[in-house]
């Protein structure tokens, strides 16, 4: 299985950003996806999930109505549509896939997750 996460880059405070994860190796259409962030002061940090279906969402506070999770089943691929970016979202961004999770859970625990991509780094400059 692998996830390649691309996107990232230097972008100033107020802009947008789109991420993309392309996942092989797996059963795309059968299992939620998400999104975390890691900076050295916070550690990891849930960003953003998506059901399997894509009818799904959830987020951190911090996001909501600034940033859009969606994924395209086709595609094998997840996006992260970031708007208004602020010097806060600056962080490597992590795309994982989850197998197995519990009834009712949000998808935002890192450690629910058993496939990770390889990070890209979002630097927002004020």
């Known amino acids: 299985v692998q996830l390649q996460a691309s996107g990232g880059g230097l972008v100033q405070a107020g802009t947008s950003r789109r991420l993309s994860c392309v996942v092989s190796?797996?059963?795309?259409?059968?299992?939620?996806m998400g999104w975390f962030r890691q900076t050295p002061e916070k550690g990891r940090e849930f960003v953003a999930s998506i059901s399997a279906n894509g009818d799904t969402t959830f987020y951190t506070n911090s996001v909501k109505a600034r940033f859009t999770i969606s994924r395209d089943n086709a595609e094998h691929t997840v996006f992260l549509q970031m708007n208004t970016l602020k010097p806060e979202d600056t962080a490597v961004y992590y795309c994982?896939?989850?197998?197995?999770?519990?009834?009712?859970?949000?998808?935002?625990?890192?450690?629910?997750?058993?496939?990770w991509g390889q990070g890209t780094q979002v630097t927002v400059s004020s």
């Open positions: 190796g797996l059963s795309f259409s059968s299992y939620p």
């Open positions: 994982a896939a989850i197998v197995i999770w519990k009834i009712g859970s949000r998808w935002d625990v890192a450690s629910e997750y058993r496939f």
